[in-house]
């Protein structure tokens, strides 16, 4: 699949992406377990679009900005009226040796300030 294909609520999403950037950490306690979360989002990119993905704990330190993945399992929502990406439980992504040229003028999702 290619960024400007996603839409929100899809499932079992597959793409491969540079990623461009990573926002500031923040903390968040979890509704579910109150526990404290580290958590932030990643532009990631490929030759139709941008995305927004949200990571969490782990996955955070995993991902480096400039270097190309593999996404397997992802899943779409919407948060702030705009499209974004998620690992989810069953997400994986794995480091890959391929170049790709960003289109940044399609913005999938919203600034998310």
Do not use: P
């Not at 499209?83 to 399609?106: A, H, P, Q, Y």
């Amino acid at each position: 699949m290619k960024i400007n294909e996603i839409k929100a609520y899809q499932k079992k999403i597959d793409f491969t992406a540079l990623v461009l950037e990573k926002t500031e950490l923040r903390k968040v306690v979890s509704k579910l377990d109150d526990v404290e979360h580290k958590v932030c989002e990643a532009l990631v990119g490929d030759e139709t679009g941008t995305v927004l993905l949200t990571l969490w704990d782990q996955a955070i330190d995993l991902l480096e900005v400039g270097k190309v993945y593999s996404f397997k399992n992802l899943y779409s929502s919407e948060f702030k009226k705009s499209t974004r990406l998620n690992l989810g439980r069953f997400g994986e992504f794995k480091l890959v040796d391929k170049k790709i040229d960003v289109n940044k003028e399609n913005k999938i999702s919203k600034d998310s300030n």
